[in-house]
């Protein structure tokens, strides 16, 4: 991948309180899907807005392409596809109307190119707008942001409202325009999307970044969460000395707790307090976050 699709330096923007976002050093590189991750209130959206001018950072600054995204707002929109966390349009046109009007502000687009987009998703173009469903105005939504196939996409939860299969549809659009050259900024809360589609992750949290780098890298190392009922009292404090064990939660004969890398050290432990119920399942995104966040504050 060559040259950076998106670049901030220092940027920030403060809401009091520890809301915004302090100091934020991103790369992306052209031809990337970069999965940007957090909780909510962690400066997602604020970041996203920084990107395209739509509020102004208090210091620092952010690129796309090389443009200026408060000098040149008006090439870094041209230049892309943006689908907001909420998208709402005028109630009372209909979804043809909409796209009709989108497209003529792009300057013109393939009809034939957003004519197979609309039919993939499955999407009725003569209802009006304030009568679709959340799923149905998220497709509207999709499709304004993909019809001119810009170089940069920015999808803040693009499948959010969607059924499983739209989901999966709208995934194969975001594979599918990163492999015409496009580079997807993607914002999502869903773990098995991310690691299915995205090259690298950023996790972002208090408007600051935690951790950014390759997606198996990042949460690939995930682990399991172990939990266990024993025949036996548990010692928390014994789990919690693990090296590879974090998130402790003893109770009597209960335990829960995640374990990353080699479970080898933490069941012998476990074999100690004579388990007679065992589940091992992989963590919630927002597990993965808490054990992310707790590295990164014993740094």
């Not at 209909?94 to 003529?104: A, D, E, M």
């Not at 990042?218 to 025949?231: D, F, L, M, N, S």
């Not at 998130?247 to 307090?273: H, I, K, P, W, Y």
């Amino acid at each position: 991948m060559a040259g950076e699709a998106v670049r901030t330096e220092q940027l920030t923007k403060s809401y009091g309180e520890q809301r915004g976002v302090f100091d934020l050093d991103l790369e992306v590189c052209q031809g990337e899907i970069f999965g940007f991750l957090g909780p909510n209130g962690a400066g997602k959206t604020t970041t996203i807005r920084l990107l395209l001018d739509l509020i102004r950072p208090l210091s620092g600054r952010a690129e796309v392409f090389g443009h200026d995204c408060r000098k040149e707002a008006t090439e870094v929109h041209r230049l892309t596809g943006y689908l907001p966390g909420e998208f709402a349009l005028d109630a009372r046109l209909s979804g043809r109307q909409l796209l009709t009007y989108l497209g003529n502000l792009r300057g013109g687009i393939d009809r034939g190119y957003t004519e197979g987009i609309v039919r993939r998703l499955e999407l009725d173009l003569d209802r009006p707008f304030g009568q679709y469903s959340r799923g149905n105005k998220q497709k509207v939504g999709l499709v304004q942001a993909f019809m001119h196939r810009p170089p940069l996409l920015i999808l803040d939860e693009p499948t959010s409202g969607l059924d499983p299969l739209n989901q999966e549809t709208v995934l194969d659009l975001v594979r599918e325009a990163r492999a015409a050259g496009a580079t997807v900024f993607f914002s999502s809360h869903m773990l098995a999307e991310v690691e299915a589609t995205c090259d690298r992750v950023a996790f972002i949290r208090d408007g600051r970044l935690v951790r950014v780098g390759p997606v198996h890298d990042v949460v690939g190392a995930k682990g399991h969460r172990i939990e266990a009922e024993c025949a036996l009292p548990v010692d928390g404090a014994a789990f919690g000395a693990l090296s590879r064990v974090s998130q402790v939660e003893a109770n009597g004969t209960s335990v829960r707790f995640l374990v990353q890398g080699d479970m080898r050290e933490a069941l012998a432990l476990l074999a100690r307090f004579e388990p007679v119920e065992l589940e091992s399942r992989e963590p919630s995104l927002a597990e993965v976050f808490v054990g992310l966040y707790e590295s990164h504050e014993g740094n």
